[in-house]
């Protein structure tokens, strides 16, 4: 089984930027397709951003288009998020997820593995 762990969350201010990473524990890592979600408490997990194997293939939600990258270092087996002009609706706990599957999805049922999230606090 892959092992995921996100790192990298934190407090920041309306505005500013931050960058997750999710390390895995597979040497096959470049052959998942690897997504972001987030979770903000009593609400559902919703979906963030996705890229597929090579990496040349992304998909974001509409809420983070134009404000989060998502990338990969397959020589690393680790996952990014890079977060710009954070808002106050962006505080949730991330979660990064691997899939199996050849393209990116955005339901939490395409995703094989998860890991145990990493808090993002946005202050205004």
């Known amino acids: 089984q892959v092992q995921l762990a996100e790192s990298g969350g934190g407090l920041v201010q309306a505005g500013g930027s931050l960058r997750l990473s999710c390390a895995a524990s597979?040497?096959?890592?470049?052959?998942?397709?690897m997504g972001w979600f987030r979770q903000d408490p009593g609400k559902e997990r919703e979906f963030v951003a996705a890229?597929?194997?090579?990496?040349?293939?992304?998909n974001y939600a509409d809420s983070v288009k134009g404000r989060f990258t998502i990338s990969r270092d397959n020589a690393k087996n680790t996952l990014y998020l890079q977060m710009n002009s954070l808002k106050p609706e962006d505080a949730a706990v991330y979660y990064c997820?691997?899939?199996?599957?050849?393209?990116?999805?955005?339901?939490?049922?395409?995703?094989?593995?998860w890991g145990q999230g990493t808090q993002v606090t946005v202050s205004s």
């Open positions: 997820a691997a899939s199996r599957m050849t393209y990116s999805g955005t339901g939490t049922d395409y995703y094989d593995y």
């Open positions: 597979e040497r096959t890592f470049s052959r998942y397709t």
């Open positions: 890229i597929s194997w090579i990496g040349g293939s992304t």
